[in-house]
């Protein structure tokens, strides 16, 4: 097999991808590979390649961000960073992280999001999520990507919708606090990306998350 041919079979698969997310509706809360620790956040098959300018870049798979997209550019996080874990981040367990390849990353663990089989926002997230909703308001650079990760539990086509309604679900809150829809992306990874062994309770809980990116493109 060509590279070109991969990279068109790819490409395909990534449209497919993103027509899926258009389906989902609010009423859902529109909402075999292993990357074990890489914090994957690959494969925005929902509109990367426009939110980038460039939809050639969607057309990879990686670990995150950078390896998709990149027209990503370095970003000053520190002020949007720390508005994030005084909103009660922390006490929640959500993650805020700098990542390499200059996103930003809210990693948003199930536990405090969803509950189990559920693709509607718990209201404790709330002021997390209003706090990223109020960083993209008065930062119009910044875009956001939602990707949603599940454990290996059940059925691949199961949790590829379940991961992909709850990023939809993360995408629609945005959307609500009145960030433009065409500054957000999502997507549902199932459980193709985990970032620990499904074999343990500890390990299922820690692969059932949405990470959400906040980056910066070239102009």
């Known amino acids: 097999m060509t590279m070109t041919y991969k990279f068109t079979r790819l490409a395909a698969g990534l449209t497919m991808a993103a027509m899926l997310a258009g389906c989902a509706t609010t009423n859902m809360s529109t909402g075999g590979r292993t990357a074990t620790g890489a914090g994957a956040?690959?494969?925005l098959g929902a509109g990367l390649g426009v939110l980038i300018g460039d939809?050639?870049?969607a057309a990879a798979i990686g670990?995150?961000?950078?390896?998709?997209?990149?027209?990503?550019?370095?970003?000053?996080?520190s002020g949007i960073k720390n508005d994030v874990e005084q909103s009660g981040a922390q006490g929640l367990g959500v993650d805020v992280t700098e990542m390499p390849d200059g996103s930003l990353r809210v990693n948003l663990p199930s536990g405090?999001?969803?509950?189990?089989?559920?693709?509607?926002?718990?209201?404790?997230?709330?002021?997390?999520?209003d706090s990223v909703a109020r960083a993209l308001r008065q930062h119009p650079e910044l875009k956001a990507a939602a990707i949603g990760h599940t454990d290996s539990?059940?059925?691949l086509q199961l949790n590829e919708r379940l991961s992909l309604e709850r990023a939809n679900a993360v995408r629609m809150?945005?959307?609500?606090?009145?960030?433009?829809?065409?500054?957000?992306?999502?997507?549902?990874?199932?459980?193709n990306y985990p970032v620990a062994s499904n074999d343990t309770a500890e390990g299922r809980a820690q692969n059932r998350r949405v990470e959400l990116y906040l980056f910066a493109t070239q102009q």
């Open 153 to 155: 539990t059940g059925s």
């Open 173 to 191: 809150f945005l959307i609500e606090r009145d960030v433009s829809a065409s500054r957000i992306a999502a997507e549902g990874r199932g459980p």
């Open 41 to 43: 956040g690959a494969a």
């Open 112 to 129: 405090v999001s969803f509950d189990s089989g559920q693709a509607v926002l718990k209201p404790a997230l709330t002021p997390v999520l």
């Open 63 to 77: 670990a995150g961000l950078g390896a998709l997209a990149g027209g990503i550019v370095g970003y000053n996080w």
């Open 55 to 57: 939809s050639s870049k």
